[in-house]
């Protein structure tokens, strides 16, 4: 379903609907809900549907959808919130009386996960920085950004601060702070095999499918995090199989931007 497609939302709802989920920005393909809109037809339709929005992507500190209209907000602590990397472990936000029907009956019982002290202690210290470190990741994210968008290898750059964003006037109304995020993701003027070498060529950009590091960490949607769709599929979900997905870390951005260029200037544009 597409969620920026009003008609879309109120299609899909049934009689029996119980929860609505979807991403503040979708992976990999950078589409921005908005969130006041999906939580009006939502609650409109069915007041007792709890709207549920996957966050991890721009952190609280960017985007606090609780405050937009949705009921329930979840992370993966291991991205942001920690922020180096060295954690797995989630967390969900939403009301007091939610929560302690959520606590017994759902992360005790049925899936028996309890996160240890020493992760608890990990993610604590990372929110200590939190908002040091996204405005980072935002300043870092743009410059690269607006490199990749004007180099002739590159056939299309998808990051809410550009300009060029079909939905860059929404992200600038829900997202806080004056950043953007630091995920992005390009398509490169080549074919599939071609974008996964780049990939792999990079020196200080990590291949892995991970997000929110300290480090940059880069992918390739159509031979990792989404190789088992169909060449078919990844186009009927928009994703081009040389489409790669950016996490920017926290490096000086013109070391970023010198790994980024020496191999897409070895691209030859088909």
Do not use: W
Request: a negative charge.
């Amino acid at each position: 379903m597409d969620f920026c497609d009003p008609e879309a939302i109120r299609s899909a709802m049934r009689p029996d609907t119980k929860v609505v989920y979807c991403e503040t920005a979708t992976n990999p393909d950078l589409k921005i809900i908005d969130i006041e809109m999906v939580s009006r037809i939502v609650h409109e339709i069915n007041p007792g549907v709890m709207f549920m929005v996957d966050n991890t992507f721009t952190s609280p500190y960017l985007v606090q959808p609780l405050k937009l209209g949705a009921d329930i907000v979840v992370h993966s602590a291991t991205k942001y919130l920690n922020g180096h990397g060295d954690v797995i472990a989630g967390a969900i936000i939403t009301k007091k009386e939610l929560i302690e029907k959520i606590i017994p009956c759902g992360l005790k019982y049925m899936t028996g996960c309890a996160i240890g002290p020493f992760d608890s202690f990990l993610i604590t210290r990372g929110l200590k920085t939190l908002d040091i470190r996204m405005d980072r990741h935002c300043a870092n994210a743009m410059k690269v950004a607006r490199f990749l968008e004007g180099h002739p290898a590159v056939r299309r750059v998808c990051y809410p601060g550009l300009e060029s964003h079909p939905q860059h006037e929404l992200a600038k109304r829900e997202y806080q702070h004056g950043g953007f995020g630091g995920i992005m993701s390009f398509e490169l003027k080549c074919g599939r095999e071609r974008a996964a070498e780049f990939a792999n060529g990079l020196k200080l950009c990590t291949l892995a499918v991970s997000l929110g590091d300290a480090i940059t960490l880069i992918e390739h949607p159509a031979s990792m995090t989404h190789n088992t769709y169909t060449i078919e599929a990844l186009a009927e979900i928009g994703i081009s199989e040389s489409l790669l997905r950016l996490s920017v870390g926290l490096e000086d951005p013109d070391d970023l931007i010198a790994d980024l260029k020496a191999e897409l200037d070895k691209i030859e544009v088909e």
